[in-house]
């Protein structure tokens, strides 16, 4: 069962606006009785702002009231019709040092199968640096008779869906390219 977006908040709204019982609101949020019962008395979330769940679209007002005729029904979250949020990472996400060492190898192969792909993209996708992979297209990078082209999404370096929109974009971008240059 999915949550409110701010259980607490939504707990304290639901407790000093309406008669539902300390069960079907520990329910409803996902939060203990007890701390239902402690919100109600003063003891906690005595600083929060009550949420009113009613503004988001995750009850109706007719829920509430079938809910506060009957003590022992559960309230149900109405669905919403947003899009729910992806998640999405903080930065640069960290290589352990065992991956690090197949990143010119994946250069390789990016270059040899998708040439249309420009260094900062490679960049991107692969979370390497510009130096390394010019030193790996010009065949002067310090283990280059080591390198063997082997596909990143095996390696683990990035996804199918990461790279075929790297190659969807760089190809755009080309055909652009191809439309200006020929007028």
């Known amino acids: 069962m999915s949550l409110p977006i701010m259980p607490k908040a939504t ?22 009785e007890l701390e239902i019962q402690a919100i109600a008395d003063g003891e906690v ?24 005729e009957k003590p022992n029904s559960k ?10 949020p ?3 990472s903080k930065g640069a996400r960290y290589t352990p040092v065992s991956k690090r060492q197949e990143r010119p ?5 990016i270059l040899k199968n998708h040439p249309e792909l420009s260094e900062a993209q490679i960049c991107r996708l692969l979370r ?18 080591n390198i063997n082209p082997q596909n990143p999404v095996i390696l683990g370096l990035c ?3 990461e790279l ?16 200006i240059e020929s007028k």
Request: charged content about 30%.
């Open 45 to 68: 979330a005595s600083g929060i702002v009550g949420e009113n769940p009613l503004t988001n679209g995750e009850l109706t007002s007719d829920e509430i009231k079938r809910c506060e």
């Open 105 to 109: 190898d994946a250069i390789s192969w």
């Open 128 to 145: 390497t640096t510009k130096q390394t992979v010019i030193s790996v297209k010009d065949k002067t990078h310090w283990n280059a008779q």
């Open 164 to 179: 075929q929109k790297a190659v969807s974009k760089a190809n755009k971008k080309k055909k652009k390219l191809e439309e």
């Open 86 to 88: 992806k998640i999405r």
């Open 159 to 161: 996804n199918e869906a």
């Open 75 to 84: 309230l149900k979250i109405s669905k919403s019709n947003l899009p729910k």
């Open 11 to 32: 707990a304290v709204w639901l407790v000093e606006n309406t008669a539902l019982t300390f069960d079907q609101i520990a329910d409803f949020t996902g939060m203990h």
